[in-house]
Protein backbone atom coordinates (compact mmCIF):
# COMPACT_ATOMS: atom_id res chain seq x y z
CA UNK A 1 0.00 0.00 0.00
CA UNK A 2 3.22 2.43 0.33
CA UNK A 3 4.15 4.39 -2.56
CA UNK A 4 7.06 4.75 -4.57
CA UNK A 5 8.29 7.90 -6.58
CA UNK A 6 7.54 4.63 -9.34
CA UNK A 7 4.61 2.90 -7.69
CA UNK A 8 4.18 0.96 -4.79
CA UNK A 9 7.41 -0.30 -2.35
CA UNK A 10 7.41 -3.57 -2.49
CA UNK A 11 8.47 -6.17 0.49
CA UNK A 12 11.70 -6.36 -1.01
CA UNK A 13 12.71 -2.84 -0.89
CA UNK A 14 15.03 -3.81 2.27
CA UNK A 15 16.25 -0.58 4.02
CA UNK A 16 12.88 1.55 3.66
CA UNK A 17 10.49 -1.34 4.42
CA UNK A 18 12.58 -3.39 6.56
CA UNK A 19 11.32 -6.32 4.54
CA UNK A 20 7.56 -5.52 5.69
CA UNK A 21 5.22 -2.76 3.92
CA UNK A 22 5.49 0.28 5.82
CA UNK A 23 2.03 1.21 5.85
CA UNK A 24 1.77 -2.27 7.96
CA UNK A 25 4.72 -1.52 10.30
CA UNK A 26 3.66 1.45 11.16
CA UNK A 27 -0.40 0.61 11.72
CA UNK A 28 0.69 -2.52 13.67
CA UNK A 29 2.65 -0.72 16.10
CA UNK A 30 0.04 1.69 16.57
CA UNK A 31 -2.37 -1.27 17.35
CA UNK A 32 0.05 -2.90 19.42
CA UNK A 33 0.05 0.21 21.95
CA UNK A 34 -3.71 -0.19 22.09
CA UNK A 35 -6.32 -2.01 24.07
CA UNK A 36 -6.66 -5.81 21.77
CA UNK A 37 -10.76 -5.55 21.76
CA UNK A 38 -12.80 -4.91 18.15
CA UNK A 39 -14.07 -1.49 19.61
CA UNK A 40 -10.67 0.02 20.56
CA UNK A 41 -9.43 -1.14 17.07
CA UNK A 42 -12.41 0.39 15.26
CA UNK A 43 -11.61 3.27 16.56
CA UNK A 44 -8.45 3.44 15.28
CA UNK A 45 -10.05 2.48 12.04
CA UNK A 46 -12.11 5.73 12.21
CA UNK A 47 -9.58 8.36 13.82
CA UNK A 48 -6.82 6.79 11.15
CA UNK A 49 -7.28 9.84 8.96
CA UNK A 50 -6.41 11.97 12.19
CA UNK A 51 -3.68 9.60 13.46
CA UNK A 52 -1.58 10.12 9.78
CA UNK A 53 -1.97 13.67 10.49
CA UNK A 54 -0.96 14.12 13.98
CA UNK A 55 0.66 10.54 15.42
CA UNK A 56 4.19 11.08 15.09
CA UNK A 57 5.18 7.55 15.02
CA UNK A 58 3.09 7.31 11.43
CA UNK A 59 5.24 9.63 9.77
CA UNK A 60 7.10 7.65 7.79
CA UNK A 61 4.09 6.71 5.66
CA UNK A 62 2.94 10.24 5.66
CA UNK A 63 6.53 11.05 3.90
CA UNK A 64 6.21 8.05 1.63
CA UNK A 65 2.34 8.61 0.76
CA UNK A 66 3.84 12.58 0.28
CA UNK A 67 6.90 11.71 -1.69
CA UNK A 68 4.54 9.56 -4.04
CA UNK A 69 2.49 12.65 -5.11
CA UNK A 70 5.30 14.48 -5.59
CA UNK A 71 6.82 12.77 -7.91
CA UNK A 72 3.74 12.29 -10.11
CA UNK A 73 3.79 14.30 -13.42
CA UNK A 74 1.97 16.92 -13.51
CA UNK A 75 -0.55 16.03 -16.10
CA UNK A 76 -1.69 13.24 -13.11
CA UNK A 77 -1.80 15.58 -9.82
CA UNK A 78 -4.97 17.02 -10.48
CA UNK A 79 -6.65 13.93 -11.88
CA UNK A 80 -5.53 12.19 -8.46
CA UNK A 81 -6.40 14.85 -6.39
CA UNK A 82 -10.03 15.37 -7.79
CA UNK A 83 -10.54 12.04 -7.07
CA UNK A 84 -10.36 12.65 -3.05
CA UNK A 85 -13.16 15.18 -3.02
CA UNK A 86 -15.44 12.00 -3.69
CA UNK A 87 -16.68 10.28 -0.94
CA UNK A 88 -14.92 7.40 1.13
CA UNK A 89 -15.12 3.96 -0.65
CA UNK A 90 -16.63 5.65 -3.73
CA UNK A 91 -16.77 3.87 -6.23
CA UNK A 92 -15.52 5.95 -9.59
CA UNK A 93 -16.96 4.86 -12.87
CA UNK A 94 -14.03 5.34 -15.88
CA UNK A 95 -16.90 6.89 -18.08
CA UNK A 96 -18.11 9.28 -15.49
CA UNK A 97 -14.79 10.12 -13.96
CA UNK A 98 -13.14 10.78 -17.90
CA UNK A 99 -16.35 12.94 -18.49
CA UNK A 100 -15.38 14.99 -15.11
CA UNK A 101 -11.72 15.63 -16.31
CA UNK A 102 -11.67 16.69 -19.65
CA UNK A 103 -14.41 19.01 -18.71
CA UNK A 104 -12.44 20.47 -15.47
CA UNK A 105 -9.76 20.78 -18.00
CA UNK A 106 -7.21 18.07 -16.95
CA UNK A 107 -6.52 16.54 -20.17
CA UNK A 108 -4.07 17.19 -22.83
CA UNK A 109 -4.83 17.02 -25.86
CA UNK A 110 -1.97 14.28 -27.69
CA UNK A 111 -1.93 14.95 -31.76
CA UNK A 112 -4.65 14.45 -33.59
CA UNK A 113 -4.90 10.45 -33.36
CA UNK A 114 -6.06 10.33 -29.58
CA UNK A 115 -9.13 12.01 -28.33
CA UNK A 116 -9.30 13.19 -25.23
CA UNK A 117 -10.89 10.38 -23.67
CA UNK A 118 -8.37 7.73 -24.93
CA UNK A 119 -5.77 10.51 -23.44
CA UNK A 120 -7.80 10.46 -19.99
CA UNK A 121 -8.42 6.92 -19.85
CA UNK A 122 -4.51 6.48 -20.35
CA UNK A 123 -4.35 8.94 -17.16
CA UNK A 124 -6.60 6.47 -15.20
CA UNK A 125 -4.72 3.53 -16.51
CA UNK A 126 -1.51 5.24 -15.14
CA UNK A 127 -3.10 6.21 -11.79
CA UNK A 128 -3.83 2.45 -11.18
CA UNK A 129 -0.40 1.05 -12.14
CA UNK A 130 1.15 3.35 -9.58
CA UNK A 131 -1.34 2.25 -7.02
CA UNK A 132 -2.86 5.50 -6.50
CA UNK A 133 -6.30 4.18 -7.58
CA UNK A 134 -7.27 0.43 -7.26
CA UNK A 135 -9.16 -1.25 -9.86
CA UNK A 136 -12.72 -2.07 -8.45
CA UNK A 137 -14.09 -3.74 -11.65
CA UNK A 138 -12.94 -4.61 -15.17
CA UNK A 139 -15.18 -6.02 -18.27
CA UNK A 140 -14.16 -8.97 -20.14
CA UNK A 141 -12.14 -6.71 -22.72
CA UNK A 142 -9.62 -6.31 -19.86
CA UNK A 143 -10.65 -1.99 -19.56
CA UNK A 144 -11.15 -1.05 -16.18
CA UNK A 145 -14.74 -0.56 -15.50
CA UNK A 146 -14.26 0.88 -12.07
CA UNK A 147 -11.94 2.07 -9.63
CA UNK A 148 -11.54 3.74 -5.96
CA UNK A 149 -9.21 5.39 -3.53
CA UNK A 150 -7.68 3.89 -0.64
CA UNK A 151 -8.59 5.47 2.58
CA UNK A 152 -5.16 6.27 3.78
CA UNK A 153 -4.23 7.72 -0.11
CA UNK A 154 -7.52 9.29 0.05
CA UNK A 155 -6.88 11.16 3.49
CA UNK A 156 -3.49 12.21 2.28
CA UNK A 157 -5.19 13.60 -0.85
CA UNK A 158 -7.72 15.33 0.78
CA UNK A 159 -5.18 17.32 3.09
CA UNK A 160 -3.13 18.30 -0.05
CA UNK A 161 -6.45 19.73 -1.59
CA UNK A 162 -6.87 21.82 0.99
CA UNK A 163 -3.66 23.19 1.11
CA UNK A 164 -3.66 23.63 -2.33
CA UNK A 165 -7.65 25.25 -2.53
CA UNK A 166 -7.93 22.53 -5.09
CA UNK A 167 -11.40 21.33 -3.55
CA UNK A 168 -12.84 20.22 -0.69
CA UNK A 169 -14.93 17.18 0.37
CA UNK A 170 -17.73 18.40 2.36
CA UNK A 171 -19.89 16.16 5.06
CA UNK A 172 -21.59 17.67 7.84
CA UNK A 173 -20.07 16.68 10.97
CA UNK A 174 -16.67 16.48 9.25
CA UNK A 175 -15.79 18.95 6.83
CA UNK A 176 -13.42 21.30 5.64
CA UNK A 177 -14.79 25.69 5.82
CA UNK A 178 -16.19 27.06 2.62
CA UNK A 179 -14.65 30.03 1.95
CA UNK A 180 -14.48 32.24 -1.29
CA UNK A 181 -11.81 30.72 -2.58
CA UNK A 182 -13.28 27.13 -3.01
CA UNK A 183 -13.18 26.08 -6.75
CA UNK A 184 -14.57 22.47 -6.27
CA UNK A 185 -17.10 21.58 -3.93
CA UNK A 186 -18.42 17.99 -3.20
CA UNK A 187 -21.53 17.52 -0.86
CA UNK A 188 -21.96 14.13 0.14
CA UNK A 189 -23.99 14.86 3.73
CA UNK A 190 -24.82 17.89 5.43
CA UNK A 191 -27.83 19.72 6.21
CA UNK A 192 -29.47 23.25 5.23
CA UNK A 193 -27.19 25.47 7.29
CA UNK A 194 -24.50 24.62 3.96
CA UNK A 195 -26.92 27.16 2.20
CA UNK A 196 -26.16 30.32 3.12
CA UNK A 197 -22.35 29.17 2.51
CA UNK A 198 -23.17 28.41 -1.10
CA UNK A 199 -22.17 32.39 -2.08
CA UNK A 200 -18.70 30.78 -3.78
CA UNK A 201 -17.59 32.88 -7.27
CA UNK A 202 -14.68 30.80 -7.89
CA UNK A 203 -16.49 28.07 -7.55
CA UNK A 204 -15.47 25.72 -10.95
CA UNK A 205 -17.26 22.17 -10.01
CA UNK A 206 -20.34 21.34 -7.69
CA UNK A 207 -21.23 17.96 -6.77
CA UNK A 208 -23.54 17.16 -4.83
CA UNK A 209 -24.47 13.17 -3.49
CA UNK A 210 -26.84 13.86 -0.51
CA UNK A 211 -30.87 13.45 -1.81
CA UNK A 212 -31.93 15.35 1.16
CA UNK A 213 -31.12 18.48 -0.06
CA UNK A 214 -33.46 21.30 -1.15
CA UNK A 215 -32.78 21.29 -4.93
CA UNK A 216 -34.69 24.07 -6.01
CA UNK A 217 -32.55 26.44 -3.81
CA UNK A 218 -29.01 24.87 -4.38
CA UNK A 219 -29.72 25.19 -7.76
CA UNK A 220 -30.56 29.27 -7.88
CA UNK A 221 -27.79 29.36 -5.46
CA UNK A 222 -24.96 28.14 -7.76
CA UNK A 223 -26.31 29.48 -10.96
CA UNK A 224 -26.42 32.86 -9.83
CA UNK A 225 -23.31 32.96 -7.72
CA UNK A 226 -21.10 30.59 -9.26
CA UNK A 227 -20.77 32.63 -13.07
CA UNK A 228 -17.83 30.23 -13.91
CA UNK A 229 -19.42 26.58 -13.02
CA UNK A 230 -18.60 24.26 -15.46
CA UNK A 231 -19.41 20.61 -14.18
CA UNK A 232 -22.32 20.74 -11.93
CA UNK A 233 -23.45 17.14 -10.55
CA UNK A 234 -26.33 16.71 -9.13
CA UNK A 235 -26.87 13.25 -8.98
CA UNK A 236 -28.26 13.19 -5.08
CA UNK A 237 -31.32 15.92 -6.17
CA UNK A 238 -35.19 15.16 -6.72
CA UNK A 239 -35.08 17.86 -9.63
CA UNK A 240 -37.98 18.57 -12.16
CA UNK A 241 -37.25 21.66 -13.72
CA UNK A 242 -33.55 23.60 -14.20
CA UNK A 243 -33.06 26.88 -14.13
CA UNK A 244 -32.08 28.86 -17.49
CA UNK A 245 -28.85 30.56 -15.55
CA UNK A 246 -27.52 27.40 -14.94
CA UNK A 247 -23.65 27.25 -16.34
CA UNK A 248 -21.67 25.41 -18.43
CA UNK A 249 -21.99 22.12 -17.72
CA UNK A 250 -24.86 20.35 -16.05
CA UNK A 251 -25.05 16.14 -15.78
CA UNK A 252 -28.49 14.89 -14.40
CA UNK A 253 -28.63 11.32 -13.12
CA UNK A 254 -31.68 9.47 -12.35
CA UNK A 255 -33.61 12.66 -11.82
CA UNK A 256 -37.49 13.71 -12.30
CA UNK A 257 -36.39 16.22 -14.49
CA UNK A 258 -39.57 17.39 -16.71
CA UNK A 259 -38.31 19.95 -18.69
CA UNK A 260 -34.83 21.71 -20.08
CA UNK A 261 -34.31 25.23 -20.20
CA UNK A 262 -34.93 26.79 -23.58
CA UNK A 263 -31.62 28.95 -22.78
CA UNK A 264 -29.67 25.55 -22.91
CA UNK A 265 -28.65 26.48 -26.44
CA UNK A 266 -26.52 28.98 -25.07
CA UNK A 267 -24.38 26.53 -23.23
CA UNK A 268 -22.30 26.93 -25.81
CA UNK A 269 -19.03 24.84 -23.95
CA UNK A 270 -21.33 22.52 -22.97
CA UNK A 271 -19.43 18.80 -23.50
CA UNK A 272 -21.82 16.08 -21.94
CA UNK A 273 -25.44 16.32 -21.22
CA UNK A 274 -26.44 13.42 -18.84
CA UNK A 275 -30.33 13.54 -18.24
CA UNK A 276 -30.59 9.49 -18.18
CA UNK A 277 -33.74 7.88 -17.13
CA UNK A 278 -35.50 11.24 -16.59
CA UNK A 279 -39.24 11.87 -18.07
CA UNK A 280 -37.92 13.88 -20.81
CA UNK A 281 -39.70 12.69 -24.21
CA UNK A 282 -38.21 15.68 -26.41
CA UNK A 283 -35.15 17.37 -26.25
CA UNK A 284 -35.31 21.18 -27.13
CA UNK A 285 -35.06 22.95 -30.63
CA UNK A 286 -31.58 24.59 -29.74
CA UNK A 287 -29.65 21.55 -28.74
CA UNK A 288 -28.80 21.17 -31.90
CA UNK A 289 -26.65 24.76 -31.26
CA UNK A 290 -24.19 22.80 -29.12
CA UNK A 291 -21.02 22.00 -31.36
CA UNK A 292 -19.19 21.41 -29.03
CA UNK A 293 -21.64 18.65 -26.87
CA UNK A 294 -19.29 15.34 -27.17
CA UNK A 295 -21.52 13.05 -25.37
CA UNK A 296 -25.22 12.87 -25.38
CA UNK A 297 -27.20 10.48 -22.41
CA UNK A 298 -30.84 10.43 -22.77
CA UNK A 299 -31.98 7.06 -22.58
CA UNK A 300 -34.87 6.21 -19.88
CA UNK A 301 -34.91 2.44 -18.50
CA UNK A 302 -37.68 0.46 -18.23
CA UNK A 303 -37.08 -2.80 -17.45
CA UNK A 304 -33.62 -2.94 -15.57
CA UNK A 305 -33.36 -6.99 -15.87
CA UNK A 306 -33.05 -6.13 -19.58
CA UNK A 307 -35.55 -8.82 -20.60
CA UNK A 308 -38.32 -7.52 -21.63
CA UNK A 309 -38.41 -6.67 -25.10
CA UNK A 310 -38.61 -2.96 -24.77
CA UNK A 311 -36.44 -2.55 -21.77
CA UNK A 312 -35.26 0.91 -22.31
CA UNK A 313 -36.74 4.23 -24.48
CA UNK A 314 -35.46 6.69 -26.27
CA UNK A 315 -35.47 10.41 -27.16
CA UNK A 316 -37.05 12.14 -29.84
CA UNK A 317 -34.32 14.69 -31.45
CA UNK A 318 -35.68 17.47 -33.73
CA UNK A 319 -34.16 17.98 -37.56
CA UNK A 320 -30.50 19.48 -37.27
CA UNK A 321 -28.89 16.37 -35.17
CA UNK A 322 -26.01 16.30 -38.35
CA UNK A 323 -25.09 20.07 -36.43
CA UNK A 324 -23.83 17.74 -33.59
CA UNK A 325 -20.50 16.50 -35.43
CA UNK A 326 -18.47 16.93 -32.32
CA UNK A 327 -20.67 13.67 -30.65
CA UNK A 328 -18.70 10.52 -29.59
CA UNK A 329 -21.50 9.19 -27.85
CA UNK A 330 -25.31 8.80 -28.61
CA UNK A 331 -27.37 7.14 -25.95
CA UNK A 332 -30.47 6.41 -26.97
CA UNK A 333 -31.97 7.87 -29.92
CA UNK A 334 -35.49 7.20 -30.97
CA UNK A 335 -35.12 5.78 -34.89
CA UNK A 336 -37.14 8.55 -37.36
CA UNK A 337 -36.51 8.96 -40.81
CA UNK A 338 -34.65 12.62 -40.87
CA UNK A 339 -32.96 11.65 -38.01
CA UNK A 340 -31.47 8.13 -39.26
CA UNK A 341 -30.48 10.45 -42.75
CA UNK A 342 -28.29 12.90 -40.51
CA UNK A 343 -26.82 9.72 -38.27
CA UNK A 344 -24.41 9.73 -41.13
CA UNK A 345 -22.70 13.30 -40.61
CA UNK A 346 -21.66 12.08 -36.80
CA UNK A 347 -18.11 11.20 -38.16
CA UNK A 348 -16.59 10.90 -34.53
CA UNK A 349 -19.22 8.91 -33.34
CA UNK A 350 -17.97 5.93 -31.12
CA UNK A 351 -20.73 4.53 -29.72
CA UNK A 352 -24.50 4.40 -30.42
CA UNK A 353 -27.65 3.50 -29.02
CA UNK A 354 -30.53 3.49 -31.32
CA UNK A 355 -34.13 2.20 -30.45
CA UNK A 356 -37.60 1.84 -32.17
CA UNK A 357 -35.93 0.75 -35.27
CA UNK A 358 -38.13 -0.25 -38.67
CA UNK A 359 -37.44 -2.98 -40.51
CA UNK A 360 -38.51 -0.74 -43.97
CA UNK A 361 -35.59 1.68 -42.62
CA UNK A 362 -32.52 -0.80 -41.78
CA UNK A 363 -31.43 -0.03 -45.57
CA UNK A 364 -31.31 3.45 -44.53
CA UNK A 365 -29.80 3.36 -41.57
CA UNK A 366 -26.58 1.01 -43.22
CA UNK A 367 -26.18 3.59 -45.58
CA UNK A 368 -25.27 6.34 -42.28
CA UNK A 369 -23.34 4.13 -40.65
CA UNK A 370 -20.89 2.91 -43.54
CA UNK A 371 -19.72 6.34 -42.63
CA UNK A 372 -19.15 6.10 -38.98
CA UNK A 373 -15.81 4.38 -39.24
CA UNK A 374 -14.46 5.09 -35.63
CA UNK A 375 -17.32 3.57 -34.29
CA UNK A 376 -16.78 0.86 -31.75
CA UNK A 377 -20.01 0.79 -30.04
CA UNK A 378 -23.60 -0.17 -31.42
CA UNK A 379 -26.75 -1.20 -30.04
CA UNK A 380 -30.20 -1.30 -32.45
CA UNK A 381 -33.43 -2.51 -30.92
CA UNK A 382 -36.04 -2.43 -33.00
CA UNK A 383 -39.43 -1.33 -32.78
CA UNK A 384 -41.32 -4.83 -31.95
CA UNK A 385 -40.99 -8.46 -32.33
CA UNK A 386 -42.30 -8.89 -35.38
CA UNK A 387 -39.69 -6.41 -36.98
CA UNK A 388 -36.78 -7.95 -39.05
CA UNK A 389 -33.30 -6.52 -38.51
CA UNK A 390 -32.20 -6.66 -42.05
CA UNK A 391 -27.86 -5.55 -41.86
CA UNK A 392 -26.53 -6.83 -45.70
CA UNK A 393 -26.46 -3.29 -46.60
CA UNK A 394 -23.91 -2.75 -44.60
CA UNK A 395 -20.79 -2.98 -47.27
CA UNK A 396 -17.76 -1.61 -45.32
CA UNK A 397 -18.81 -1.96 -41.69
CA UNK A 398 -16.86 0.24 -38.99
CA UNK A 399 -13.56 -1.86 -38.52
CA UNK A 400 -13.11 -1.02 -34.95
CA UNK A 401 -16.56 -2.51 -33.86
CA UNK A 402 -15.56 -3.83 -30.34
CA UNK A 403 -19.19 -4.29 -28.49
CA UNK A 404 -22.59 -5.27 -30.72
CA UNK A 405 -25.79 -5.38 -29.55
CA UNK A 406 -28.90 -6.86 -31.76
CA UNK A 407 -32.12 -6.81 -30.06
CA UNK A 408 -34.75 -8.29 -32.38
CA UNK A 409 -35.51 -11.04 -34.93
CA UNK A 410 -32.83 -11.25 -36.87
CA UNK A 411 -32.62 -12.11 -40.82
CA UNK A 412 -31.45 -15.69 -41.75
CA UNK A 413 -28.48 -14.43 -43.85
CA UNK A 414 -27.46 -11.53 -40.78
CA UNK A 415 -24.24 -13.87 -40.19
CA UNK A 416 -23.53 -13.96 -43.75
CA UNK A 417 -23.01 -10.22 -43.69
CA UNK A 418 -20.30 -7.80 -44.29
CA UNK A 419 -20.74 -7.10 -40.34
CA UNK A 420 -19.74 -10.44 -39.36
CA UNK A 421 -17.11 -11.44 -42.09
CA UNK A 422 -15.70 -7.95 -42.26
CA UNK A 423 -16.72 -5.92 -39.20
CA UNK A 424 -15.87 -8.77 -36.94
CA UNK A 425 -12.08 -9.26 -36.50
CA UNK A 426 -12.06 -6.51 -33.10
CA UNK A 427 -15.76 -7.76 -32.31
CA UNK A 428 -15.18 -8.63 -28.12
CA UNK A 429 -18.57 -8.47 -27.18
CA UNK A 430 -21.69 -9.77 -28.91
CA UNK A 431 -25.51 -9.51 -27.03
CA UNK A 432 -28.11 -11.09 -29.34
CA UNK A 433 -31.12 -10.53 -27.47
CA UNK A 434 -34.74 -11.53 -29.04
CA UNK A 435 -33.43 -12.89 -32.54
CA UNK A 436 -35.49 -16.36 -32.47
CA UNK A 437 -33.00 -17.93 -34.23
CA UNK A 438 -34.45 -21.25 -36.04
CA UNK A 439 -30.79 -22.92 -36.27
CA UNK A 440 -27.45 -22.80 -34.14
CA UNK A 441 -25.90 -19.34 -34.09
CA UNK A 442 -23.24 -20.81 -33.10
CA UNK A 443 -21.11 -22.64 -36.10
CA UNK A 444 -21.85 -18.91 -38.01
CA UNK A 445 -20.24 -16.67 -35.33
CA UNK A 446 -17.65 -19.23 -34.41
CA UNK A 447 -15.21 -17.25 -36.29
CA UNK A 448 -15.48 -14.15 -33.94
CA UNK A 449 -11.60 -15.38 -32.27
CA UNK A 450 -11.53 -12.46 -30.34
CA UNK A 451 -14.69 -12.96 -28.52
CA UNK A 452 -14.55 -12.30 -24.87
CA UNK A 453 -17.88 -11.89 -23.93
CA UNK A 454 -21.44 -13.67 -25.51
CA UNK A 455 -24.78 -13.33 -24.61
CA UNK A 456 -27.78 -14.76 -25.76
CA UNK A 457 -31.04 -14.35 -24.55
CA UNK A 458 -34.71 -15.33 -26.14
CA UNK A 459 -32.23 -15.71 -29.25
CA UNK A 460 -32.23 -19.09 -30.38
CA UNK A 461 -35.67 -21.55 -30.31
CA UNK A 462 -34.19 -24.74 -31.08
CA UNK A 463 -33.30 -27.45 -29.28
CA UNK A 464 -29.39 -28.40 -29.28
CA UNK A 465 -26.04 -26.17 -29.03
CA UNK A 466 -23.04 -27.27 -29.19
CA UNK A 467 -19.66 -25.72 -28.93
CA UNK A 468 -16.68 -27.31 -30.74
CA UNK A 469 -13.05 -27.94 -30.29
CA UNK A 470 -11.23 -24.34 -30.90
CA UNK A 471 -14.36 -22.43 -30.71
CA UNK A 472 -13.89 -19.13 -28.64
CA UNK A 473 -10.59 -19.25 -27.78
CA UNK A 474 -10.72 -16.09 -25.96
CA UNK A 475 -14.06 -16.25 -24.55
CA UNK A 476 -14.43 -14.92 -21.08
CA UNK A 477 -18.12 -14.78 -19.97
CA UNK A 478 -20.94 -16.75 -21.38
CA UNK A 479 -24.79 -16.23 -20.62
CA UNK A 480 -27.47 -17.99 -22.22
CA UNK A 481 -30.72 -16.91 -20.71
CA UNK A 482 -34.92 -17.94 -21.38
CA UNK A 483 -34.04 -20.18 -24.45
CA UNK A 484 -37.85 -21.70 -24.03
CA UNK A 485 -36.87 -24.95 -26.50
CA UNK A 486 -32.92 -25.85 -25.26
CA UNK A 487 -33.11 -29.30 -23.68
CA UNK A 488 -29.67 -30.22 -24.70
CA UNK A 489 -25.80 -28.48 -24.33
CA UNK A 490 -23.16 -29.86 -25.37
CA UNK A 491 -19.22 -28.46 -24.91
CA UNK A 492 -16.64 -30.57 -26.64
CA UNK A 493 -12.66 -30.14 -25.45
CA UNK A 494 -11.01 -27.96 -26.39
CA UNK A 495 -13.79 -25.26 -26.83
CA UNK A 496 -13.77 -21.95 -25.00
CA UNK A 497 -10.36 -22.50 -23.03
CA UNK A 498 -10.04 -18.98 -21.42
CA UNK A 499 -13.89 -19.18 -20.11
CA UNK A 500 -14.30 -17.50 -16.58
CA UNK A 501 -18.13 -17.00 -16.17
CA UNK A 502 -20.71 -19.53 -17.53
CA UNK A 503 -24.60 -18.24 -16.49
CA UNK A 504 -27.37 -20.68 -17.19
CA UNK A 505 -31.17 -19.22 -16.84
CA UNK A 506 -34.27 -20.07 -17.17
CA UNK A 507 -33.62 -22.68 -19.48
CA UNK A 508 -36.83 -24.68 -18.39
CA UNK A 509 -36.64 -27.44 -21.01
CA UNK A 510 -32.36 -28.67 -19.86
CA UNK A 511 -31.87 -32.01 -19.30
CA UNK A 512 -29.28 -32.11 -16.59
CA UNK A 513 -25.52 -30.84 -16.48
CA UNK A 514 -24.18 -29.68 -19.64
CA UNK A 515 -22.19 -32.55 -21.25
CA UNK A 516 -18.66 -31.48 -21.52
CA UNK A 517 -18.90 -28.87 -18.34
CA UNK A 518 -15.49 -30.90 -16.68
CA UNK A 519 -13.15 -29.47 -19.87
CA UNK A 520 -13.65 -25.75 -19.00
CA UNK A 521 -10.87 -25.70 -16.76
CA UNK A 522 -10.31 -22.25 -16.54
CA UNK A 523 -13.96 -21.71 -15.00
CA UNK A 524 -14.44 -19.37 -11.99
CA UNK A 525 -17.98 -18.74 -11.90
CA UNK A 526 -20.96 -21.06 -12.37
CA UNK A 527 -24.66 -20.06 -12.31
CA UNK A 528 -27.48 -22.01 -12.53
CA UNK A 529 -30.84 -20.07 -12.86
CA UNK A 530 -33.94 -22.38 -13.35
CA UNK A 531 -36.02 -20.14 -13.00
CA UNK A 532 -36.71 -16.03 -13.77
Not at 2 to 23: H, I, N, T
Not at 119 to 125: D, M, S, T
Not at 131 to 155: T, W, Y
Not at 204 to 232: E, G, Q, T
Request: glycine share 6%; with cysteine; hydrophobic share 40%.
Amino acid sequence: MPYGAEGPLRADSGQVCKGLPLAIVSVGSLLFVREKNPTEWKRIHDQLGWELAHNPGLDDVRNTLYLSFIYLPTYLKSCFLYCSLFPEDYILHRKLLIRLWIAEGFIEERGHSSTLEEVAEGYLNELVHRNMLQPAECNSFGRIRSCKMHDIVRELAIDLSQKESFGLAYEYGNHGILDTNTRRLVVSKCSNDILPHLQLPRLRSCIIFHKAMPSSRILDSVAVNSKYIVVLELCGLTIEEVPSAVGDLFNLRDSKVKILPKSIEKLSNLLTLDIFNSVIQELPHGIVKLKNLRHLLVERIVDRSHRSFICRHGMRIQKGLSKLTSLQTLNTIEAREDSIKELGELKQLRSLRISNQKETHCALFCRSILKMQLLNQLHITMSDKDQILQLNELKTPPLNLQKLILRGRLAEVTFQSPLFQKGGKKLCGLYLVWSCLPEDPLPSISGLDNLTELHLTEAFVGKILTFNKGWFPNLKSLKLRDLPSLSKLKIKKGAMESLHILQLVNLRKLKGVPAGLEFLTSLQSLKFSPYH
